[in-house]
Each structure stands twice: as C-alpha cells, then as structure tokens.
C-alpha cells in the first residue's frame, strides 16, 4: 500500500509557476504531485491534463462535499481527467461518499477528510454541535468512510495507529505536515519528519514548501524521498 514517493504539493498560483518548477526535474523522474483548489480553480482542469501528459501521478484535493448525485457527476469528470487520487468530506454522508465512489469508478483511489486540522475540539462542540472529543470524532468519521467503501484518509500522521487500529492496516492514510529535520515549519502546528512518518506507518505523505519553496527543490525532493525510503 505504501507509496516510494511523497506527494510534492504543488501550491502554486498558476500553470506557468507550475511548469517551471517541474521543468527542473529530470524527464524521468516521475512524481506524484498535489493539486489543490488554488491551482485546479486558477489553472482549470487542463494543469491535470497537462501534468499526466509528463507521467506524474495526481491527487486531486477538492474535498468535495455536496449532494450525493451532485458529487457524484462530478466525480465522473474528475475521472475522465485521468486523476490517481481524489478526496471528498466525510462529514457529506456514507450516502455521498458512496455516490463518490460510484462516478469516481473502481481505478483511482478515493480517500475523505474527516476533521480539517484547523478546526479545534472548542470549535467542533460550540460550531458543529458534535460533543465528544476531536479524536473520537476523527475516528468516527475515519470508521464510516471505510464503511462506504473508500480507500482510506487525510489525518494527522499523529492519528494514524489510532485510525488504523478502527479501521485495518490497509486503510490508507496521507499525512500533510511533514517536515525534515532542521526545516522551517511554517504554519503547520504539529509536524513530523518522513522517517517518524514511515516508522508510525503513514502510506503517503504530502510535502509542500520543504520542496517548492527550497533553493534546490530537486535536491530537497531527493532527500525526503530518500529519508522515507530508508526506512523501508
Ligand atoms: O507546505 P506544506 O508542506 O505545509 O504543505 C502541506 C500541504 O498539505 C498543503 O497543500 C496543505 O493545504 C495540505 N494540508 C495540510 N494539512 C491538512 C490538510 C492538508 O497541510 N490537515
């Protein structure tokens, strides 16, 4: 289940910042990159075409949450794209996350966000009126987005044994926030290296800035790929 590459989040704001950054890659080295709202709604859907058309691997991060029929024609869009790895919101429904699943097809591996990290357990009890802790709320959704039939989630690479002791060793779980040692965390509030990640059983892990923002992106990628296969 376990992915060799990590998934370089490509936060950029337009089609041109994105060719130039991948342009500094050698042809063969194939990624798995990220695409999130600001490029996909910047770009529109040909920066997915466009990046298949090198061989990179996509995960398309829409979290999608709507209607099921509604999500579900949109996923078959998505598919149609040629995506590797799509997302929707737990918090939609099994009903919608299964309605996911069905335009998305059986090919590309769809996974659901449970709770965004940036919502407190303050928040989650005052706003969404869910009165349990954070973490079981987490693991609820985590439990009902296995029962619709999806791949796995989004967490905290924190959560993951807890995640995957509800759910199976082969529930998938990506994991943002991840920083090499000695690196800038920026905004990210609780961060963990590619080896912890490895070692705590992380299937994916998504790297931005530690890459695109670095003075040797290439470099950089080489060494955090290289430290999350160490492990191996
Ligand atoms: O630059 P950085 O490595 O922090 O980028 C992480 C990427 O993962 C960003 O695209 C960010 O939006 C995303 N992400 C995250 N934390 C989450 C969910 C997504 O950092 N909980």
């Known amino acids: 289940m376990r992915e060799s590459r990590p998934i370089v989040a490509l936060d950029f704001p337009s089609f041109e910042a994105v060719k130039e950054f991948l342009d500094r890659f050698p042809q063969e080295e194939k990624l798995y990159v990220k695409i999130g709202m600001e490029l996909y709604y910047g770009a529109g859907p040909e920066i997915v075409s466009y990046v298949k058309s090198l061989g990179h691997s996509v995960f398309l991060d829409l979290k999608l949450h709507d209607i099921p029929n509604t999500v579900k024609s949109a996923m078959a869009v998505l598919a149609k794209l040629g995506v590797d790895m799509t997302n929707v919101h737990a918090a939609g429904g099994v009903e919608m996350m299964k309605a996911a699943r069905e335009g998305l097809g059986k090919g590309p591996k769809l996974i659901a966000v449970t709770q965004l990290t940036s919502t407190s357990e303050e928040q989650m009890r005052d706003f969404q009126n869910i009165q349990t802790s954070l973490e079981e709320s987490v693991l609820h959704y985590a439990q009902k987005t296995q029962e619709a039939g999806l791949d796995g989630v989004v967490c905290s690479a924190h959560e993951v044994a807890k995640i995957k002791a509800v759910t199976s060793e082969d529930f ?35 790297v931005g800035r530690p890459i ?21």
């Open 212 to 232: 695109t923002q670095a003075e040797e992106p290439v470099a950089a990628y080489q060494a955090i790929k290289a430290e999350w296969n160490a492990q191996a």
């Open 172 to 206: 998938i779980c990506l994991t943002p926030g991840i920083r090499p040692a000695g690196s800038s965390v920026g905004d990210q509030k609780r961060v963990m290296t590619p080896a912890d990640a490895y070692r705590i059983g992380s299937d994916y892990i998504v």
